[in-house]
């Protein structure tokens, strides 16, 4: 006989964590690809623009986007941008291409959010690298910096966003 439980106390509830308990919040690969899946318009969830559009106001705090556009947005996991380089996520349509790079325990690499910001603003003047990492931390001078060291990515065209604070409050909301 199963005995009737008590209800979870609110701290319990919202320490809950899906991806913990599946053993995957650590594989960069598979939370790219359920982020990616969220963003998608197209994607399994089959909620359209929601999650997308959700995102832009919640996380990105970006409001200049109507529906129409977001429903021809593309969101693209693994976007090759030359053969050494891949943007972890791309959201992308005529107007924008924001290029999110993921770091759980990846090692940056020399030049990467430099060579990404280049890339995507041949799309979109106005773009920005969203940086995604578990702590908030900015990405370092090492990946900033052109492999020459001749330029370097200013910090205000990166935005920086937590799982935690961000995507966890995002998702919950």
Known sequence: KIKSQEPMPEHSKSNYNIFRILEVAEKEVVMCRFLADLLNPEGQHGCGILFL??????VLRENRVSDTLLAHTDVIKEFAIDHE?????VICNTHFFIPIEVKIYAKEQKGQCY???EYAKKFDEHTRIVY????????TEYSRKSKNGADIL??????????DRDISKWLTA
Do not use: V
């Open 53 to 58: 559009k959700s995102f832009f106001n919640d």
């Open 85 to 89: 380089r891949r943007i972890d996520i």
């Open 154 to 163: 200013p910090r205000d065209k990166i935005k920086c966003i937590l799982w």
């Open 132 to 139: 995604l990492t578990r702590f908030g931390n900015e990405p």
């Open 115 to 117: 060579d990404y910001f």
